[in-house]
T-cell receptor, first 115, second 109 residues
């Protein structure tokens, strides 16, 4: 079974530029998550999708971050404009529907450096 | 709000046993996870507890006490490859994972 795919793996941009990340979850996984992991910390949930609907985006900085999952499969996360404090690894995870223990499967992440 | 605490760093010797503690205060509880994360890699699932007690899986065991808001991960027969960050995460009432900051474990020869 193919895992969660993310691209790009690495991205370096200057502050105030825009950037987009892509995630393709495991086939059949209805729930998709985007996390931000700053160096030395645990992942922080940014947004949770159930199919193509948003379940939780309470921690998404909506003035600069946006995410979509138009067809309920792959998803994009965008930052516009980027700030220095956005430097982090952005992790995408997916979960199969209604299956305990509700284990999430993580992709390799995109490491963003804002200079 | 969510508050999940675990030690920042631990060091143990190869072949020994180490216990990593986690305490939590969260809005709602649907289970507690432990993930392992090697440097530069994605977290990988280790264990899940939703009822009180001990869950054993090979060299790794995880314990949960819901009344105390407490869990631990026990690693036996430590190997050098066990050097990694160990993340405690609580599944809240909305089925979102809330992670602690992670415990960096260094296994020495």
């Amino acid at each position: 079974e193919a895992g969660v795919a993310q691209s790009p793996r690495y991205k370096i941009i200057e502050k105030r530029q825009s950037v987009a990340f892509w995630c393709n979850p495991i086939s059949g996984h209805a729930t998709l998550y985007w996390y931000q992991q700053i160096l030395g910390q645990g992942p922080k949930l940014l947004i949770q999708f159930q199919n193509n609907g948003v379940v939780d985006d309470s921690q998404l900085p909506k003035d600069r971050f946006s995410a979509e999952r138009l067809k309920g499969v792959d998803s994009t996360l965008k930052i516009q404009p980027a700030k220095l404090e956005d430097s982090a690894v952005y992790l995408c995870a997916s979960r199969p529907p209604g299956q305990s223990p509700y284990e999430q499967y993580f992709g390799p992440g995109t490491r963003l450096t804002v200079t | 709000g969510q508050n999940i605490d675990q030690p920042t760093e631990m060091t143990a010797t190869e072949g020994a046993i180490v216990q990593i503690n986690c305490t939590y205060q969260t809005s709602g509880f649907n289970g507690l996870f432990w993930y392992q994360q090697h440097a530069g890699e994605a977290p990988t699932f280790l264990s899940y507890n939703v009822l009180d007690g001990l869950e054993e899986k090979g060299r790794f065991s995880s314990f949960l006490s819901r009344s105390k808001g407490y869990s631990y991960l026990l690693l036996k027969e430590l190997q050098m490859k066990d050097s990694a960050s160990y993340l405690c995460a609580v599944l809240d009432s909305g089925y979102a994972l809330n992670f602690g900051k992670g415990t960096s474990l260094l296994v020495t020869p």
